[in-house]
């Protein structure tokens, strides 16, 4: 459905953002590691509360909420998947940032999720859990890596993906329930986006 020029009316009860899709289709020059204390761990068949706790503390600010609506077969049947792989980035013996690459799809990776927590911004620990992105992604047969951010993503996403090598290739509207006002997420996470019942 194309949107009319000029504002459109957004429902109570639902946010709405601009998705930016972006791909690479080579490897690129990663910069060196910024120096800190982290490591990656790849977590084999996830529990399925270790995952959501860290999920939502990855992500709760920037009001990720879809694999905190699955059930647990639901969840279960994407992460556990041969061709998925789990990464936790740990800081301090604790896991701080989530890194999910999806591998299904011939000759393609798509980074699911990226993102470490709120102690970790501007660290330097998200350069870091990228070059690993990067790494794993292309040290399979792959001939695209692809990823999607939005604006209700940390407000520095977009360019840092840009730097990191990734183009952007799509534009869309994405209108979808509060997960706020359904009790998913707390009502005091990301008060930049007023709810609006």
Same mark, same amino acid.
């Given at each position: 459905?194309?949107?009319?020029?000029?504002?459109?009316?957004?429902?109570?009860?639902?946010?709405?953002?601009?998705?930016?899709?972006?791909?690479?289709?080579?490897?690129? !020059?990663?910069?060196? %590691?910024?120096?800190?204390?982290?490591?990656?761990?790849?977590?084999? =068949?996830?529990?399925? !509360?270790?995952?959501?706790?860290?999920?939502?503390?990855?992500?709760?600010?920037?009001?990720?909420?879809?694999?905190?609506?699955?059930?647990?077969?639901?969840?279960? !049947?994407?992460?556990? =998947?041969?061709?998925?792989?789990?990464?936790?980035?740990?800081?301090?013996?604790? %896991?701080?940032?989530?890194?999910?690459?999806?591998?299904?799809?011939?000759?393609?990776?798509?980074?699911?999720?990226?993102?470490?927590?709120?102690?970790?911004?501007?660290?330097?620990?998200?350069?870091?859990?990228?070059?690993?992105?990067?790494?794993?992604?292309?040290?399979?047969?792959?001939?695209?890596?692809?990823?999607?951010?939005?604006?209700?993503?940390?407000?520095? =996403?977009? !360019?840092?993906?840009?730097?990191?090598?990734?183009?952007?290739?799509?534009?869309?509207?994405?209108?979808? %329930?509060?997960?706020?006002?359904?009790?998913?997420?707390?009502?005091?996470?990301?008060?930049?986006?007023?709810?609006?019942?």
């Amino acid at each position: 459905m194309l949107l009319p020029d000029g504002y459109s009316d957004v429902s109570p009860g639902k946010i709405a953002a601009v998705v930016t899709h972006l791909e690479m289709t080579e490897r690129p !020059a990663s910069p060196p %590691d910024p120096s800190g204390q982290w490591t990656l761990r790849r977590v084999e =068949a996830p529990d399925l !509360a270790w995952y959501r706790d860290l999920y939502r503390r990855v992500g709760e600010n920037w009001l990720w909420s879809s694999r905190l609506c699955m059930s647990d077969t639901e969840l279960a !049947a994407i992460i556990h =998947a041969p061709r998925v792989e789990v990464y936790a980035l740990v800081h301090d013996g604790r %896991d701080e940032g989530l890194l999910e690459l999806d591998f299904r799809e011939p000759r393609q990776c798509e980074l699911v999720f990226f993102g470490v927590t709120a102690k970790l911004i501007g660290s330097g620990a998200g350069r870091f859990l990228m070059n690993r992105a990067l790494e794993r992604a292309w040290s399979q047969p792959i001939s695209r890596l692809w990823v999607h951010t939005c604006t209700l993503d940390h407000p520095k =996403a977009l !360019a840092f993906y840009q730097r990191a090598g990734f183009c952007p290739f799509r534009r869309q509207v994405e209108i979808s %329930d509060d997960p706020r006002l359904d009790g998913t997420l707390s009502r005091h996470v990301a008060s930049r986006v007023p709810v609006i019942e």
